[in-house]
């Protein structure tokens, strides 16, 4: 589970998948690297990291749209 709008949401499957293997890239490792060198606790730390900042992103996207 991580934490969505404060409210908890289940990580599906493919969910982690594809952040795994984003992480992956954007950090230089393959995905059976992070598997085995990062513990879960982390692992949902990135996920929070990528989720804030896609969101300040799309703030800013809005504020710049707006006439």
């Known amino acids: 589970y991580y934490r969505c709008r404060g409210r908890p949401k ?3 499957s493919a969910d982690g ?3 795994l293997f984003r992480l992956a890239r954007d950090l230089g490792k393959t995905a059976s690297e992070i598997k085995s060198q ?3 606790e982390e692992f949902t730390y990135w996920m929070a990291f990528y989720d804030y900042e896609n969101k300040k992103t799309l703030e800013q996207i809005k ?3 707006k006439p």
């Open 10 to 12: 289940k990580l599906t």
């Open 17 to 19: 998948l594809m952040f």
């Open 38 to 40: 990062m513990t879960s």
């Open 63 to 65: 504020k710049t749209k």
